[in-house]
């Protein structure tokens, strides 16, 4: 108990002493704190596991079962069987976040296990706060694989993926994963 005691007075003493030497001033570092929290701490925010779930789901069809369909799932690598969610013509997947974070990039995984080319899609993306309307902010006829959108700091509660005019195949948009955070 001691020892711990006392390893734990070394260790505050030697913040403090880098603090005074550290090129951050207390409000500097609680205006870092603060940015970070806003920003969902620089991870991914569209997970199930941070609170994300798809808005819409009753719309949306999964193939892959439970724990091996969902977007928002991290288990993306096992693709036995399925392993996305996907929407039809002119209708949306809609990723509500647990609360309105400030971020700049999205990820967006479209299927792409074609055996011999890659299908291209046609896609529009929205995004929106509790007090903001959506915001088209990505477009276009051939989106294909992992696509990242960067855009300028903005709150985000929901994200909006419309299926504007299908594949290169059929009609459907088909989502492996998605992912929105705060990139440097
Ligand atoms: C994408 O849109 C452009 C401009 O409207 C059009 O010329 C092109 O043929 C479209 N491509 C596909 C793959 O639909």
């Known amino acids: 108990m ?19 030497f550290a090129k951050y001033t207390l409000t500097q570092l609680d205006e870092i704190k603060q940015k ?3 920003r969902g701490e620089y991870k991914d925010v569209a997970q199930e596991s941070a609170g994300a779930i798809v808005f819409n789901s009753r719309t949306v069809g999964y ?3 439970q724990k091996n369909s969902s977007p928002l799932r991290d288990a993306i690598y096992y693709i ?14 809609i990723i509500d976040l647990l609360q309105t974070y400030q971020l700049n990039t999205i990820k967006v995984w479209l299927y792409d296990r074609d055996p011999t080319f890659i299908r291209t899609y046609d896609m529009q993306l929205f995004i929106s706060s509790s007090d903001t309307n959506d ?19 903005t709150q985000i509660k929901q994200i909006k993926i419309k299926n504007r005019g299908g594949s290169t195949i059929d009609q459907w948009l088909i989502l492996l994963k998605i992912q929105a ?3 440097f």
Do not use: R, W
Not at 142 to 152: C, E, N
């Open 80 to 93: 036995i069987s399925g392993g996305y969610c996907y929407a039809g013509m002119s209708q949306f997947i």
């Open 2 to 20: 001691k020892l711990i005691y006392l390893f734990l007075c070394l260790v505050i003493h030697n913040v403090e002493t880098m603090n005074s």
């Open 181 to 183: 955070f705060y990139a």
């Open 63 to 65: 193939v892959g079962g």
């Open 36 to 38: 970070s929290v806003i």
């Open 135 to 153: 915001q088209l902010i990505y477009e276009s006829n051939i989106s294909k694989s992992l696509t990242t959108i960067k855009f300028p700091d």
